[in-house]
């Protein structure tokens, strides 16, 4: 346990990742496993028949596999994998976000304009 080893991803489910490794054994990345960050949606991190680089965290008997864990043996690299990583900024978020801020603004020039007409009467 706590090897680090490359596989092949086999299979998507919404709760995680199945994946071939090197010696033919099977694993299992459960979805809590594959970032640092909250994952929504697996898909945004991993595609079938990815090369994974894995830590191998425990052997479960009763099914044959292993748990694995790709944050553990990316530690650095793990939070940036996604669509919607930290760091990498969607231009149609800040977009819509300076135009929000820019309406805001405005509302707010209007309500001062509106106390400073009220208290001035």
Do not use: C, W
Not at 8 to 25: D, H, K, P, S
Not at 59 to 81: F, I, K
């Amino acid at each position: 346990m706590g090897s680090i080893v490359e596989g092949r991803v086999t299979g998507i489910t919404a709760y995680g990742a199945f994946v071939t490794l090197e010696n033919n054994a099977k694993g299992l990345i459960h979805i809590s496993e594959v970032s640092d960050e909250y994952v929504r949606d697996i898909k945004d991190y991993l595609n079938l028949d990815d090369k994974v680089r894995v830590k191998v965290i425990s052997y479960n008997a009763e099914n044959g596999r292993y748990e694995l864990s790709l944050r553990q043996a990316n530690p650095n690299a793990s939070a940036t994998r996604g669509k919607h990583s930290p760091g990498v900024s969607d231009p149609r978020f800040e977009e819509k976000l300076s135009k929000f801020l820019k309406a805001s603004q405005e509302k707010l020039l209007d309500v001062k304009r509106n106390l400073e007409a009220k208290r001035s009467k």
